[in-house]
């Protein structure tokens, strides 16, 4: 779906995601290293389809170990390849998992935030016992000795406190339609992306601080969301005339701009 026909249909597209960190030459470094990404901009901005992915100066990590914020995952083509490079070099794998149709694994980066790189797959060829031997860390994948190639945005993840107040805020302030919804996490679909919201029981100790990732929301009426967000009891901050930033319920920072 086009910008043009999600401004129509008034659904909000993701238009980029902003991840804060400590040295930007560091992590420049280190998505060129490991993913081949290069960006000779001064805020390197990497073109994940229709989705931007920014690197932010002035992290201050906020020390909670915990999945929080928002979590933005990328495309890879070999689940076994990536994890087999990751795992050659020592690079955090904080989750990984295989379920029918769709191959997870969650990186940090060099300042410890969270990402997250899908395969999707044929859900016709899973197989449980090759789930079994990832659980019980008995599978073992051959390093192929090259980058990963991320070929795209895939989702978004966004942790939220209180599922029924968050989806209540993403879906009826924010505009995004339902998907569906099962125990614990609910799919809303922004005009170019899935956007998923997964209940934890824990907030991150450093709201207020620049860190993790950010999501940025184009929508076709600023006004009048401003509008649904200030009767909504959510504060808004005005960063330019076609742009505002608020936070959710868990107060994690939402960006927004007039497409």
């Not at 709201?207 to 969301?225: C, K, M, Q």
């Amino acid at each position: 779906m086009t910008m043009q026909t999600a401004a129509s249909e008034n659904v909000p597209v993701l238009l980029a995601v902003q991840t804060y960190v400590r040295d930007i030459e560091q992590a420049r470094a280190f998505w060129r290293e490991h993913c081949g990404l290069v960006s000779d901009e001064e805020v390197p901005v990497y073109r994940m389809g229709d989705v931007e992915w920014r690197l932010l100066a002035g992290a201050q990590p906020c020390g909670t170990a915990r999945p929080h914020g928002v979590l933005p995952a990328f495309l890879i083509d070999d689940f076994g390849a990536a994890r087999g490079y990751l795992q050659a070099r020592g690079i955090p794998l904080v989750f990984e998992e295989m379920i029918p149709g769709l191959n997870v694994l969650v990186l940090l980066d060099s300042d410890g935030t969270p990402i997250a790189l899908h395969q999707p797959t044929d859900p016709s060829t899973w197989k449980l016992s090759e789930r079994k031997l990832l659980r019980t860390r008995r599978r073992q994948d051959t390093d192929p000795g090259r980058p990963i190639t991320l070929h795209g945005f895939a989702e978004l993840t966004v942790y939220v406190g209180d599922i029924t107040a968050g989806t209540r805020f993403y879906r009826e302030i924010v505009g995004l339609p339902l998907g569906y919804s099962v125990f614990g996490h609910v799919h809303l679909l922004a005009a170019n992306t899935a956007v998923v919201l997964r209940q934890v029981n824990w907030r991150c100790r450093g709201l207020g601080r620049p860190h993790a990732t950010e999501a940025v929301f184009g929508v076709s009426d600023l006004d009048g969301l401003a509008r649904r967000l200030q009767q909504g009891g959510y504060p808004i901050q005005r960063t330019g005339p076609d742009r505002l930033t608020s936070s959710d319920p868990d107060g994690w920072p939402v960006h927004f701009r007039q497409l």
